[in-house]
Each structure stands twice: as C-alpha cells, then as structure tokens.
C-alpha cells in the first residue's frame, strides 16, 4: 500500500486541506471495508480500478470515474474493491466546497455524485489535466492551477468558514455556543448558515469528527488503550463513546475496526 499526502498551498488552503493519492494492488484477493459517518468533502479521481459502493448490505454499484462525495452521515456504506487502485483525492475545508461552486451542501450528505453531472461544465479540463498527469506531484500541480482559477471567483469568506474551521482544530471538542459568538452569528442564524454550508448541522459535525480522531488514534496507535484514546478524543466516558461509535458507524468500535480489513488508512481522511 502507498499513500501519499500533501498540504495546499498558501493560495488555496481556505477552500482546500489537502491532497492525497491511495494505491494497493488486489489482485488476488476482493476486500470489503465498512464507512463510519465522516464530515470529509471530497472530490476523488478513480485512476486504477473503481471501487463497487453498498448500502445497508444491499446490491453494489460502480463508482463515477471522478465523484464528488458528501458529508457522511449514517452507516451502512460499505466498500468492494479489487484490482489496482489508484486513487487521486482533492479533500476540502467545511465550507471549501460550498464557497468555490455554490452547491446547496444537504444536497451532497450521503452521495457520491460524477463531476460532471454535478458541476458540468465548470469541471472542464480538470479531469483530463489529472489523468494526464505522470505523478503524484503533477496532479497536484494541475489540481491547485484549476482551483485557482475558481478562487479568484469565489465567494468572500465569512465567521462560519472561520468557526468551522476552529471545530476542525479542535476534532470536535469545541462548544457549538461559543464556536457560533465567534462566528458574529446568534446561535439559531449559525446552525442554519453551518448546515446550508458544511451539509450537516454544527454538533452533528463535531461528533464525526470525535470519532473520526478516536478510531484514526487506535489504527495510528493500536498499542494505547480505549480509555486513553477516549479521553483524549474529548469523550465523556467510554460508555458515552460505544453509543457514538455503534450510532454513527454500525458497530461497537472493536467490531468496527475488526470489519475494516486492515484498510482503515486507505480512508484515513481526518489525518490528511
């Protein structure tokens, strides 16, 4: 498995974390993985084979060659994939998305929609400068030049791009009323901007992102015990994070790192 992530530049970083580029040859062998809900906004480049995407255990289906994926907010996502992957991901800040193409966020939850169906013909070009690109550093290259273009036509930034991004800092562990008076906003005008936005209400967020630090902990330190990684997740008690964990991912969390077939850094994004 290779996996190799890079920073944006200084340029683009208030719409865009970061880069990342995930290959494992399968060839041999089919793996299926399990997705926790997640608050990542992603935009992913299937270069190699395309993964084969269920819900609830029902039938699969096929990938777009290029997807633009939402905010995840339930279980029952699973991944098929065999093959050689190789895949180019464009992962974006909370309100990164929303303020490049002002896409209704709600929208996104919960799918993985192609490119072009999504922005049409704002997308031009991009697909193909990333496939042609030979490495790594080339995509990113052609990456940063397009989403250049679109933030000198994006819109101004606002205290909810800030506070969202303060909830990102903090995993989570920050409190909604006081990350909302940072925002300039009341607490009632900051949810419904957050949620129009980001594609999920404000706490709903910070508690994927809560979990989202306690599992990327235990596969980055599977010798720490749960206690620790609960608390330093921001967990009441660990009773507090097994109903998180069973509510937002399907499954008490030893299971639900059991079930994910040693790929969990494949789909690591919160540490990119």
């Not at 990113?140 to 606002?158: G, H, M, P, T, Y």
């Not at 921001?234 to 299971?255: E, K, M, N, V, W």
Request: aromatic share 8%; proline share 5%.
């Amino acid at each position: 498995m290779e996996i190799l992530t890079q920073p944006s530049h200084a340029e683009i970083r208030r719409f865009v974390r970061s880069f990342g580029q995930r290959r494992v040859s399968l060839t041999r062998v089919s793996v299926t993985t399990p997705l926790a809900a997640r608050p990542d906004q992603f935009i992913e480049f299937y270069l190699g084979e395309r993964y084969r995407v269920s819900v609830d255990d029902g039938p699969s289906s096929l990938t777009p060659e290029t997807a633009v994926v939402g905010p995840q907010t339930r279980p029952g996502l699973r991944l098929h994939m065999s093959g050689e992957l190789d895949v180019f991901t464009m992962r974006f800040q909370p309100t990164g998305f929303h303020r490049l193409f002002g896409v209704p966020m709600p929208a996104l939850a919960d799918q993985g929609i192609a490119i072009a169906e999504l922005l049409g013909r704002t997308a031009a070009g991009l697909e193909d400068a990333i496939r042609r690109a030979d490495s790594f550093e080339g995509r990113v290259i052609a990456a940063q030049r397009w989403l250049a273009v679109r933030a000198d036509k994006s819109s101004r930034e606002s205290g909810v791009d800030h506070a969202a991004r303060l909830l990102v800092a903090a995993r989570g562990r920050a409190r909604i009323d006081a990350v909302a008076e940072r925002s300039g906003l009341s607490l009632r005008q900051f949810q419904r901007r957050f949620t129009a936005e980001v594609g999920v209400p404000p706490k709903f967020y910070s508690r994927t992102l809560r979990l989202e630090a306690a599992l990327a902990a235990r596969n980055r330190y599977p010798e720490r015990s749960w206690t620790t990684i609960v608390h330093d997740a921001g967990y009441a008690d660990q009773a507090h994070f097994i109903r998180d964990c069973q509510l937002l991912a399907g499954a008490t969390p030893t299971s639900f790192v059991a079930q994910s077939s040693g790929m969990t850094e494949m789909f690591n994004y919160g540490t990119a």
